[in-house]
């Protein structure tokens, strides 16, 4: 009796998997932010350098918090966490409004992170990349219009 060879079997071929991209970037939604901090002001005015001790305290646990959601569940449109502002010429502050247009004027979006009550965050996004601008304690920049 001949022995039979198996024919190896081919691999059903699986779906391509499409990453959901967030318009005007060719980034996937499914990816985490990740920090820049380059760009940090440290002008007395939303600077960095006045964060008191709790403020540093709350912000690294928000940041950490942040870390772990995907850009498509920071930047989901309803403003929490994370806000999106296609007129930044539009800054209601004057100075920071100012600080923008001599430094910034090319960018056409701002974005904004809540880290809990009034206090903010902004700065620019590159696909996963936040790079981290002003530090607004007392929510000045962009005040609620409520």
């Known amino acids: ?13 699986r779906p391509e998997k499409k990453s959901r991209c967030i318009p005007g970037t060719s980034r996937s939604a499914d990816e985490h932010i990740a920090w820049r901090f380059e760009l940090i002001s440290r002008e007395p005015c939303y600077g960095w350098d006045t964060l008191t001790a709790d403020d540093h ?8 918090q942040f870390e772990s959601m995907t850009i498509g569940q920071l930047f989901n ?12 010429h ?16 090319d960018q056409d979006e701002i974005h904004r992170l809540r880290c809990g ?16 601008l002003w530090w607004d304690p007392r929510h000045e920049i962009w005040p609620s219009s409520r």
């Open 90 to 105: 539009d800054i209601p502050d004057g100075l920071a409004r100012k600080r923008f247009l001599e430094q910034y004027d």
């Open 117 to 132: 009550g009034i206090k903010r965050i902004y700065g620019f996004r590159q696909g996963n990349i936040f790079m981290i």
């Open 1 to 13: 009796m001949a022995s039979r060879k198996s024919v190896p079997r081919q691999p059903t071929p």
């Open 77 to 88: 449109n309803s403003g929490r966490p994370c806000k999106t502002y296609t007129n930044p």
């Open 57 to 64: 305290k709350l912000l690294n646990e928000h940041l950490a």
